[in-house]
C-alpha cells in the first residue's frame, strides 16, 4: 500500500521537509503544521516546514505555526532525505521551493485537487476528499497513528477551511465523519470558525467592500468580476494576500452568478485568478490557461496584466459555451 511506502520512508529518512503551496490557505498550512506534529508524535522525529510567501495572519493560531520558516531562510543546495508536499496541486504552486523538492531522495505528494498529476515519487491523491486535511486523516486512521489535540485542531481547520464551514458540495459523509471524529480529541469547533471566518480586521472589511462595489456583471448578471490592483491595496496601506480572500466567494453568493473570479495584479507583471462558480466545471478554463483546481473552485497564474487575464478568462468560457 502506498501509505506503507509513506510510513516506511518517514522512518528512514533523517531530515524532512514539509512543503505548502505559493499564497498558502487554511487546508495547505493546517496539513503541513498537522504533519509536522504527526511525526513528531509517532516518529519521534522533528521536520522542517517551509512558505512561499507570507503566512497570513489568520492561521498563526495552529500550533506549531511558530516554526514554519520562509524560503529565503532555507539552504537551496541542501538535500533532504524526504520532502512532502501537502496540498500542492501543481509542482510549480510550490515556487522556487521546487529546487528542494527536486533534489530530495524521496518525495511525497498529498492531494485532493483533480488536476493534480502525480509528480512525486509516492502520490497519495484523493480527488474525491474535500481537503488535503481529509486525506491526512483518513492517512493517520490507516497508519494507527497517535493524533494529539495539536494534530488535531490543524486537521480540523485544514477540512473547514476547504469546505466553507461544511457548506461546499465537496462536503461528503466521509467529510464529516472525519471531522466529528477529530472532535472526539478535544477541539472547540466554535473557537476554530471564529479565528478563521470571524477575525476579520476593520480595514479588510472595508477593502472587500471597494472590491466589489466595482465588481462587473455579464451575460445577465451570470458573470461576476473584479479587479484588484496593487494600487488599491496600498490604498488601503496593506499587500497582504489575506484581504483578498472570500471575495470570489463573495461575488458567487449572488443569485444571478453562475460564475465569479478575481483577477489580482501581481508584482511581477502577471496577475493571479481565483474562480469560482456554482455548478459549472471551470477548472477546465483555469487549466487551459496554465492552472487547474477542482470543478467549482480554481485558479491560475497568468502572464498578463488584468485587464488581458480578464479577456482570456472571458474567451475561454464563451468557447465553451460555459455561460
Known amino acids: ?46 521536520c522542517e516546514m517551509v512558505v512561499v510567501s507570507k503566512f497570513p495572519e489568520v492561521y498563526t493560531f495552529l ?17 533532504y532525505d524526504l520532502v512532502i508536499n501537502l496540498d500542492v496541486a501543481a509542482i510549480d504552486r510550490c515556487s522556487d521551493a521546487k529546487i528542494l523538492f527536486d533534489r530530495a531522495k524521496c518525495t511525497v505528494n498529498i492531494d485532493h485537487h483533480e488536476t493534480n498529476n502525480n509528480y512525486g515519487i509516492i502520490n497519495i491523491v484523493e480527488p474525491n476528499a474535500s481537503a488535503t486535511g481529509e486525506v491526512l486523516t483518513g492517512i493517520a486512521q490507516k497508519l494507527n497513528w497517535i493524533i494529539s489535540l495539536d494534530s488535531a485542531i490543524c486537521l480540523y481547520t485544514a477540512i473547514v477551511t476547504d469546505t466553507g464551514g461544511f457548506k461546499f458540495s465537496n462536503t461528503t459523509p466521509r467529510t464529516l465523519e472525519y471531522a466529528g471524529k477529530l ?15 470571524e477575525s476579520n480586521s476593520k480595514d479588510m472589511v472595508l477593502f472587500q467592500s471597494y472590491c466589489i462595489n466595482k465588481a462587473q456583471f455579464l451575460k445577465n448578471d451570470s458573470i461576476a468580476y473584479t479587479i484588484v490592483y496593487k494600487k488599491d491595496l496600498e ?45 459549472i466545471d471551470i477548472a477546465q478554463v483555469c487549466t ?31 468557447n465553451r459555451k460555459l455561460c
Do not use: W
Not at 189 to 197: A, G
Not at 289 to 316: C, D, Q, R, T
Open 1 to 46: 500500500m502506498v501509505v506503507e511506502q509513506l510510513d516506511s520512508n518517514i522512518k528512514n529518512s533523517k531530515n524532512i521537509l514539509l512543503v505548502s503551496h505559493i499564497n498558502p490557505d487554511g487546508d495547505t498550512l493546517g496539513s503541513m503544521c498537522a504533519m509536522y506534529s504527526l511525526i513528531r508524535d509517532n516518529y519521534k522525529k522533528s
Open 63 to 79: 500550533p506549531n505555526s511558530d516554526k514554519v520558516k520562509h524560503l529565503e531562510d532555507f539552504d537551496l543546495s541542501r538535500e
Open 183 to 197: 472532535l472526539e480529541y478535544g477541539i472547540d469547533p466554535s473557537d476554530i470558525y471564529q479565528k478563521c471566518y
Open 235 to 279: 490604498k488601503f496601506n496593506n499587500n497582504c494576500e489575506d484581504f483578498t480572500d472570500g471575495l470570489t466567494e463573495k461575488l458567487r453568493a449572488i443569485v444571478s452568478t453562475k460564475i465569479a473570479f478575481v483577477v489580482k495584479e501581481l508584482h511581477s507583471g502577471a496577475s493571479k485568478v481565483s474562480m469560482r462558480s456554482k455548478n
Open 288 to 318: 487551459a490557461l496554465g492552472g487547474g483546481g477542482h470543478k467549482f473552485a480554481a485558479g491560475a497564474l497568468i502572464k498578463a496584466n488584468p485587464e488581458k487575464a480578464v479577456k482570456m478568462i472571458l474567451s475561454e468560457i464563451d
